[in-house]
């Protein structure tokens, strides 16, 4: 898998030139790859960056020093007057061949801007006004809307899907190589993504999922709540400097004015699932202490996925309480101290949650144990060569 790295293609990949066939092999390697996808990363992060740079005109001082580089040996003025009219020729012809460009490209309509296909699933889902007959193309800043008795597929260009249940309306927002973004105003949809992480991004009014390399589900109802459910892989759920980690097997639900709440596996008992949305969501600090309360009896070694994230969101003697019960099912790593993680030291938390992830997995009812104990072995096994070969 790691024999052939894809870092001469990252280039390419990012300006759109590979075949669909040979982007999706990119994006599944970079998933893989950690080599890959740090470069992937540096180079999407130069892209972004020399995007956002202004256009500033050259300032009419450069001519006066770029004259005598150009030509110390010409001493006739009049050479440099010919060599002005010549660069105003040149300047004039670059500005009619734009204003050509841009002539023709808006004459070229819809077709010449980005664009997601969408196929009818059910029914009669609309792009604005006009009605989907098998396939369309849903354009940026346009809303794919469909009623009670309709569904539609979007292919996320060649990186996933996403299929838009009924009662549904959402919107492109962006697509380009290094960043595809729906808005979800209201529905449900079910995205199937094969991208490197932090590629698909879906806004609702209450938070902004990112994908991890991921299949998931996501609603958002009349108000603005929403809930997500990931059936493979990881999605970040965040608003602001709040952020959820939801592995597959969990959910996380979110509310306006408030963003993502708190992760939970969704075999967890439902009184420790009430409690929970008391922590996040609830009123008073009498509420909430109790809700803490009963979450700290009913806790399971699972539920240590729920714990690690209420580190960032209690204080005081509540957190250290949150911290002993963590550590009951299992100790922090070398490394990583009491203090620290009361500190939120995020290199320490990091760590712990790396440690904290076994559990998750080999207690996951989804899983034979000794299919997920033999996992992690050879994980382990794998990490400690790499760390051997550094």
């Given at each position: 898998?790691?024999?052939?790295?894809?870092?001469?293609?990252?280039?390419?990949?990012?300006?759109?030139?590979?075949?669909?066939?040979?982007?999706?092999?990119?994006?599944?390697?970079?998933?893989?790859?950690?080599?890959?996808?740090?470069?992937?990363?540096?180079?999407?992060?130069?892209?972004?960056?020399?995007?956002?740079?202004?256009?500033?005109?050259?300032?009419?001082?450069?001519w006066t020093n770029i004259y005598p580089a150009l030509g110390r040996e010409r001493k006739n003025s009049s050479l440099k007057v010919q060599w002005r009219v010549?660069?105003?020729?040149?300047?004039?012809?670059?500005?009619?061949?734009?204003?050509?460009?841009?002539?023709?490209?808006?004459?070229?309509?819809?077709?010449?801007?980005?664009?997601?296909?969408?196929?009818?699933?059910?029914?009669?889902?609309?792009?604005?006004?006009?009605?989907?007959?098998?396939?369309?193309?849903?354009?940026?800043?346009?809303?794919?809307?469909?009623?009670?008795?309709?569904?539609?597929?979007?292919?996320?260009?060649?990186?996933?899907?996403?299929?838009?249940?009924?009662?549904?309306?959402?919107?492109?927002?962006?697509?380009?190589?290094?960043?595809?973004?729906?808005?979800?105003?209201?529905?449900?949809?079910?995205?199937?993504?094969?991208?490197?992480?932090?590629?698909?991004?879906?806004?609702?009014?209450?938070?902004?999922?990112?994908?991890?390399?991921?299949?998931?589900?996501?609603?958002?109802?009349?108000?603005?709540?929403?809930?997500?459910?990931?059936?493979?892989?990881?999605?970040?759920?965040?608003?602001?400097?709040?952020?959820?980690?939801?592995?597959?097997?969990?959910?996380?639900?979110?509310?306006?004015?408030?963003?993502?709440?708190?992760?939970?596996?969704?075999?967890?008992?439902?009184?420790?699932?009430?409690?929970?949305?008391?922590?996040?969501?609830?009123?008073?600090?009498?509420?909430?202490?109790?809700?803490?309360?009963?979450?700290?009896?009913?806790?399971?070694?699972?539920?240590?996925?729920?714990?690690?994230?209420?580190?960032?969101?209690?204080?005081?003697?509540?957190?250290?309480?949150?911290?002993?019960?963590?550590?009951?099912?299992?100790?922090?790593?070398?490394?990583?101290?009491?203090?620290?993680v009361l500190k939120l030291d995020q290199a320490m938390l990091d760590r712990w949650k790396d440690a904290l992830e076994v559990t998750w997995f080999v207690n996951?009812?989804?899983?034979?144990?000794?299919?997920?104990?033999?996992?992690?072995?050879?994980?382990?096994?794998?990490?400690?060569?790499a760390k051997e070969l550094r």
């Amino acid at each position: 898998m790691f024999s052939k790295h894809v870092t001469k293609d990252i280039s390419a990949y990012c300006q759109g030139e590979l075949s669909p066939d040979a982007a999706r092999q990119f994006a599944e390697h970079i998933i893989s790859c950690a080599k890959c996808r740090r470069e992937f990363e540096e180079i999407k992060l130069g892209i972004r960056l020399a995007e956002q740079l202004p256009q500033v005109a050259a300032p009419d001082f450069l001519w006066t020093n770029i004259y005598p580089a150009l030509g110390r040996e010409r001493k006739n003025s009049s050479l440099k007057v010919q060599w002005r009219v010549r660069v105003a020729a040149i300047a004039a012809a670059l500005l009619v061949v734009a204003a050509l460009g841009v002539w023709w490209f808006s004459r070229q309509g819809f077709k010449n801007k980005p664009f997601w296909e969408v196929q009818q699933l059910a029914g009669a889902p609309r792009i604005g006004t006009e009605r989907i007959r098998k396939q369309a193309r849903l354009g940026v800043g346009e809303w794919l809307e469909t009623d009670a008795t309709s569904r539609a597929q979007i292919a996320v260009g060649s990186i996933g899907r996403v299929d838009i249940d009924e009662n549904t309306r959402v919107r492109l927002l962006e697509t380009q190589p290094t960043e595809h973004r729906l808005e979800l105003a209201r529905g449900k949809m079910s995205a199937t993504i094969w991208a490197p992480p932090r590629l698909f991004f879906v806004d609702t009014p209450s938070a902004v999922a990112a994908d991890l390399g991921c299949a998931y589900t996501l609603e958002v109802d009349d108000h603005g709540a929403g809930l997500l459910r990931v059936t493979s892989g990881w999605v970040a759920l965040e608003l602001q400097d709040r952020e959820s980690m939801v592995p597959a097997g969990a959910a996380c639900e979110t509310r306006p004015g408030v963003g993502p709440g708190t992760p939970y596996f969704e075999d967890t008992a439902p009184s420790f699932r009430a409690a929970l949305e008391q922590m996040d969501f609830g009123g008073d600090a009498a509420a909430r202490a109790s809700a803490l309360n009963s979450m700290l009896i009913e806790a399971r070694a699972r539920d240590t996925l729920t714990l690690w994230h209420l580190l960032a969101r209690v204080d005081g003697v509540d957190r250290e309480r949150v911290y002993d019960k963590i550590a009951s099912f299992v100790p922090p790593p070398d490394g990583v101290t009491r203090e620290g993680v009361l500190k939120l030291d995020q290199a320490m938390l990091d760590r712990w949650k790396d440690a904290l992830e076994v559990t998750w997995f080999v207690n996951s009812p989804l899983v034979p144990k000794v299919l997920a104990e033999g996992y992690w072995r050879v994980k382990n096994g794998v990490t400690r060569r790499a760390k051997e070969l550094r």
